[in-house]
T-cell receptor
Framework: AQTVTQSQPEMSVQEAETVTLSCTYD???????LFWYKQPPSRQMILVIR??????QNATENRFSVNFQKAAKSFSLKISDSQLGDAAMYFC??????????FGTGTRLKVLA | NAGVTQTPKFRILKIGQSMTLQCTQD?????MYWYRQDPGMGLKLIYY???????DKGEVPNGYNVSRSTTEDFPLRLELAAPSQTSVYFC????????????FGPGTRLTVT
């Protein structure tokens, strides 16, 4: 069965520093997508970044980038120049099949001023 | 463009009561989803719909029902509420299935006592 694991329940980072959030997944598929979603205190889930497995190039969106290691089934999120507004829960998600997204248990990121 | 809207934002139910959580999207998305998020957990799929008149069960459908009479609306009905249904409920929509970003509503916090 496909699974998504986020092994860091909580992380802290100093403002302006860099932090990496980990995500591992298990699948037998060769072509798939992976997502990182952010859930701020307002609760609304917001897409941070998306990676297509068949693309070797790591996805990047401004200060957010991923380190996608397909063979290791690892999909970590790097946040550079951390800002106070980055404080949130971050969820890794894997679309299993056409409709079902499997979400990890989340990592709470604290940004220290 | 309001995106995905949900009502109510908060609700307290007594055991055995019923209620409907409303969800509306204005992006003309065919795909809509209902998730629940329990404390410290990721999101779990309750029901999904791929178009008006078409719905199907997700991972945790027991105790819930849905209908989809229009593209815009996807209400979730709780029958005979139980304490195990205390959770935060999110509605989401997407243009298509796998690989497409899901847009989330702000969530409904439901407490059953």
């Amino acid at each position: 069965a496909q699974t998504v694991t986020q092994s860091q329940p909580e992380m802290s980072v100093q403002e302006a520093e860099t932090v990496t959030l980990s995500c591992t997944y298990d699948t037998s598929e060769s072509d798939y997508y992976l997502f990182w979603y952010k859930q701020p205190p307002s609760r609304q889930m917001i897409l941070v970044i998306r990676q297509e497995a068949y693309k070797q190039q790591n996805a990047t969106e401004n200060r957010f980038s991923v380190n996608f290691q397909k063979a290791a089934k690892s999909f970590s999120l790097k946040i550079s120049d951390s800002q106070l507004g980055d404080a949130a829960m971050y969820f890794c998600a894997y679309p299993s099949g056409t409709y079902k997204y499997i979400f990890g248990t989340g990592t709470r990121l604290k940004v220290l001023a | 463009n309001a995106g995905v809207t949900q009502t109510p934002k908060f609700r307290i139910l007594k055991i055995g009561q019923s209620m409907t959580l409303q969800c509306t999207q204005d992006m003309n998305h065919n795909y809509m989803y209902w998730y629940r998020q329990d404390p410290g957990m990721g999101l779990k799929l309750i029901y999904y719909s791929v178009g008006a008149g078409i719905t199907d069960k997700g991972e945790v459908p027991n105790g819930y029902n849905v209908s989809r009479s229009t593209t815009e609306d996807f209400p979730l009905r709780l029958e005979l509420a139980a304490p195990s249904q205390t959770s935060v409920y999110f509605c989401a929509s997407s243009y298509a299935g796998r690989g497409y970003e899901q847009y989330f509503g702000p969530g409904t916090r439901l407490t059953v006592t």
